[in-house]
Every structure is written in structure tokens, then in C-alpha cells.
């Protein structure tokens, strides 16, 4: 019976792994047949993306709605923003005395091609654009996923503040929940095809770019994200519910890090991690809490990323990374990551705040190479990101539902 669990959980999951890897050896040998494919992955995730934005309105409004205990909800809320900044901040520091000992450029560049880059917005505004957007309009964007995410909270207390005049808006919402994770279900059948053309145009696109110092600087980071996955997070697993949390984290953990390294999209994985979450036992409101703020604030993958392309640009124009620095890399890498939102690229803001605060004076010079090694991390990084959301949610669990959650969940 055990053997024929796994096979129904992980087949279709070897199917994705297996269009990942033959899309991978597709663009190595045929780099030009992989660029006509491209659009095969595109199609994919503007699927969705179309149905995320749909399906993080409801889910938070819809838990925030119906909980019957409002500080319950505050108390998940800000658990999980204590824990994202306490992890990115953890992560900083871990990749910055890495960076230290291996820096990743060992000398200054004596030619560097410059582009031009259009007017980048100030620190108020980018704080401003971070939480909030022009109109309602606005909102129905996937590049404004942390001001849905905030209007959602609001919109969720206010239907439970309204009492029984909110409730057809609560059982709406509900449903609402239930017919997007569905309608997920369709989408994922494509899925298989959808990976085999996103891998086969990275490696076509990428592979022939990595010079000696990008592969030094891919050198320094693809490790450690693997080995972040098998260290920290067990750490995660653990505390948030002991042992058996670790054993439960490592069943599931293989769904939600194939999906976002495939799809390179915290936010594509949403519906994923919350499948997950509802296989361990986490209850739906701190899942639909966590998982979708997550896919915006918690950048660990991103937080190593940072720092690797602040010392990468500081290596390039000759200047050593220095102990000193750290509390303000600690600041951008968190502060930036934010920014960064869960999106294919991340949008380049995270590169325009760490080109305004490091380099403001380099700008043309810095900012094709951080939109560069962003690029060439992002699948990994995303990963981290992704799946670590899952993690955090044990530990979320463990501070509202008490120590023994896991232990109730499965009785």
C-alpha cells in the first residue's frame, strides 16, 4: 500500500522532472529550436498568474472573514513577518562571511559595457509603490501583489467587522477559493510541456553567457542553496514541530521546490504550497495567511543574491567587501527582497534600490551587471524562496497552534 502511495504521489512529479531534464539537454544541443519553444513556457505561467491574483484575494479576505477570532489572525500575521525578517536577516549573514572568504570577483574589470537605464524612482516612492498603487485597477496586476496582499487583509476585516451583512460576502469568497484551486488542477496537466520549453530556452539562453566570472559567482551560489534546503530548513521543520516536523517537511518539500524552479515564481507556487501545507496539517488559515504573504516577503534565496551582487559590482570596480558594511547589506538584502515579489526577474527593483543606495554614482555600470547575475540565479533563489514558505509555516503553526499541532492534526 506505502509503495503504491508514492506512486501516486510522485508520478506526475517524475514526469515534470523528466520534461525538466530532456528540456534541459533540448537547449544544449539545440539552442535555436529551444528559442521557437519559448512561448510554450510563457503560456504557462501567464496562466498562472492570471489565477493567482484571483485566488490570493479570496483566500486571505476569505480567512480573515471568517476567522472567529481576529487577534487569532494578528497573531499569525505578525508571527510570520517576525519570522521572514529573522530568516532573511540569518540568510544575509550566512552568504555575506561566505562572500568574505570567496569573494566571487578577485579582480577589477578594465572593460565593462555600459548601457543606459531609464530614471529610477526614490526611496519614498519605491516604500510607497511597495504597499499601495494609483487606483483599484491597479491591484488586478501581478506586479502589484504586495498592495493585493494589503488591500486583501483590509478587505477581510472588513467583512468580518461587518457581521451578518458580510456574510454572503465570506461564503463567496470561500467558494471562490475552492473553484481557483480547481481550476489550478486543469492547468497543471500542461504543465509537462510548459517545463520542458521554459528549461530548454534557459539553457539556450544562458548557458553560452556564463564567463569565468559568472561561473565563479554561479560557483559560489548554487551550493549553498541546496545546502540551505538540508540544513536550515530541517532547522525550520524542527522547531516549528519537533522530529516528526522534520520527516513531515522532507515528504512534501519536492512538489513545491520542482514547481518554483520551473516556473521561477514564488507567487506560481502558491496554489502548490497550499496543497502541501493541507497534506501536513496546517491549518487553513495560517496557510492562507502565510503562504501568499510569503511569496512576497520571504526571500531568503534573494537575501543570498543580494549579497552576492553587491560584492560581485564591488569586485568589478576594485573595492573590497568589508565587515562594516554588513549592517547596511542586512538592510538592503531584507528591505530589497520585499521588493522583489515573487516575479520572473523579480521586475528590477531590487536591483534599482541596491544601485541607489551602493552605487548612485555607477548606475549604467552596475545595473546590467546585477540584471545579469539576477537572471542567472533566480531559478535557485526562487526556489528557496518558494519552498522555505511551506517551511516557515510550520514554525507560524507552532506559536498559534501550539506545540503539539502536528501531533492534533494527525489524530
Known amino acids: 500500500m506505502k509503495a503504491k502511495d508514492v506512486v501516486h504521489n510522485y508520478f506526475f512529479l517524475v514526469i515534470l522532472l523528466l520534461a525538466m531534464i530532456l528540456g534541459a ?40 472573514a471568517g476567522t472567529k477570532n481576529l487577534k487569532r489572525s494578528g497573531k499569525i500575521m505578525w508571527t510570520t513577518i517576525i519570522t521572514f525578517i529573522i530568516t532573511g536577516v540569518f540568510a544575509t549573514i550566512i552568504y555575506f562571511a561566505l562572500i568574505l572568504v570567496f569573494p566571487p570577483v578577485t579582480s577589477a574589470w578594465t572593460e565593462v559595457a555600459r548601457e543606459e537605464i531609464g530614471s529610477h524612482a526614490t526611496m519614498t516612492q519605491m516604500i510607497v509603490n511597495f504597499f499601495t498603487v494609483e487606483d483599484f485597477v491597479g491591484l488586478l496586476s501581478r506586479r502589484a501583489m504586495l498592495p493585493l496582499i494589503v488591500f486583501s487583509l483590509l478587505f477581510g476585516f472588513a467583512v468580518n467587522l461587518s457581521g451578518e451583512d458580510g456574510e454572503p460576502v465570506r461564503k463567496f469568497l470561500v467558494s471562490m477559493t475552492a473553484v ?46 541546496f545546502i540551505y534546503i538540508f540544513t536550515a530548513f530541517p532547522i525550520m521543520a524542527w522547531i516549528g514541530a519537533g522530529s516528526e516536523g522534520v520527516r513531515v517537511m522532507f515528504r512534501h518539500i519536492l512538489k513545491p521546490a520542482v514547481v518554483s524552479l520551473g516556473t521561477c515564481s514564488s507567487i506560481a507556487t502558491i496554489p502548490t504550497n497550499m496543497e502541501v501545507a493541507a497534506e501536513s496539517g496546517i ?129
Not at 512561448?39 to 498562472?48: Q, V
Not at 544562458?206 to 551560489?221: D, H, K, N, S, V
Not at 516575479?343 to 545579469?372: H, R, S, W
Open 25 to 64: 539537454v533540448t537547449g544544449y544541443v539545440y539552442p535555436e529550436f529551444s528559442g521557437n519553444i519559448a512561448f510554450l513556457g510563457t503560456i504557462f505561467i501567464r496562466l498562472m498568474f492570471c489565477i493567482v491574483v484571483p485566488m490570493v484575494f479570496s483566500s486571505i479576505s476569505g480567512a480573515i
Open 180 to 225: 481557483m484551486l480547481k481550476m489550478v488542477k486543469i492547468v497543471t496537466y500542461y504543465a509537462p510541456i510548459a517545463f520542458f520549453a521554459i528549461f530548454a530556452d534557459l539553457v539556450a539562453s544562458y548557458g553560452p553567457q556564463i564567463t569565468q566570472a559568472y561561473a565563479r559567482a554561479l560557483g559560489l551560489y548554487y551550493p549553498v542553496c
Open 283 to 411: 491549518s487553513k488559515d495560517v496557510s492562507d495567511i502565510v503562504l501568499p504573504l510569503g511569496a512576497t516577503m520571504h526571500m531568503d534565496g534573494s537575501c543570498f543574491s543580494c549579497v552576492l551582487k553587491i560584492a560581485f559590482v564591488l569586485g568589478v570596480l576594485g573595492q573590497p567587501l568589508t565587515l562594516s558594511e554588513l549592517p547596511f547589506i542586512i538592510l538592503v538584502a531584507v528591505f530589497s527582497s520585499v521588493g522583489m515579489s515573487g516575479v520572473p526577474g523579480g521586475g528590477y527593483i531590487g536591483e534599482y534600490i541596491i544601485c541607489t543606495i551602493f552605487f548612485p554614482d555607477n548606475m549604467e555600470l552596475a545595473f546590467p551587471i546585477l540584471v545579469a547575475i539576477g537572471n542567472l540565479v533566480d531559478p535557485p533563489a526562487t526556489m528557496i524562496n518558494a519552498a522555505g514558505d511551506y517551511v516557515v509555516s510550520f514554525i507560524v503553526s507552532r506559536f498559534t497552534d501550539g506545540k503539539d499541532w502536528l501531533k492534533k492534526a494527525k489524530a
